[in-house]
């Protein structure tokens, strides 16, 4: 079972760090755009949505290295006052009444959507140079099962510190 874990905490972190190279292109692109709208006096059709597309992969690529790192948001005011036991068990049970069946959904509806993409070779429509749908779409399923399987895992730990009272690993 560790070898489980540290498995899907190294794949969280080597495509955080594989994904975060998608910043520079996005850069590269709105530095292209803006140079050749203002500058040149040109328009580029596909700029926006190129942006949109690799800004929102970088968004949602990010959601299981953020909850391996145990840096998503939380509201603190009370929580942070609490003894730790009482954050596992705040933990443990808000992940499986709240988020494992919100991920349960979001993966269902975004496998639904995906392979309707493929399907219907549905196009983004935001600007005129429509791109294809289906590889964003796929991008945000795989996003979606990489933040399930980082939130097994700090389950099972959370869990297992709960019970025995120690750290897991």
């Known amino acids: 079972m560790r070898a ?3 498995v899907i905490d190294a794949t969280s972190e080597w495509t955080a760090k594989v994904v975060s190279w998608l910043t520079v292109v996005l850069v590269l692109v709105l530095v292209f755009d803006v140079t050749e709208r203002y500058v040149f006096g040109g328009a580029t059709v596909w700029a926006f949505e190129t942006a949109t597309m690799l800004g929102a992969t970088i968004y949602v ?5 953020v909850t391996r790192m145990r840096d998503h948001i939380r509201v603190d005011v009370i929580y942070v006052h609490l003894s730790p036991r009482v954050r596992l068990i705040i933990d443990v049970i808000g ?10 959904v979001l993966i269902d509806t975004g496998i639904y959507y995906m ?6 070779g549905e196009v983004l429509a935001e600007t005129f140079w429509y791109p294809p749908a289906g590889p964003f779409r796929t991008v945000v399923v795989v996003a979606l099962f990489l933040l399930a399987f980082q939130t097994i895992a700090h389950l099972i730990r959370d869990f297992y510190q709960l019970v025995k009272n120690k750290a897991y690993d």
Request: charged share 10%.
């Open 4 to 6: 489980t874990l540290r």
């Open 61 to 65: 690529m990010g959601w299981a290295y």
């Open 115 to 120: 392979l309707r993409a493929w399907k219907i």
């Open 95 to 104: 992940t499986l009444l709240f988020l494992l069946p919100l991920l349960y």
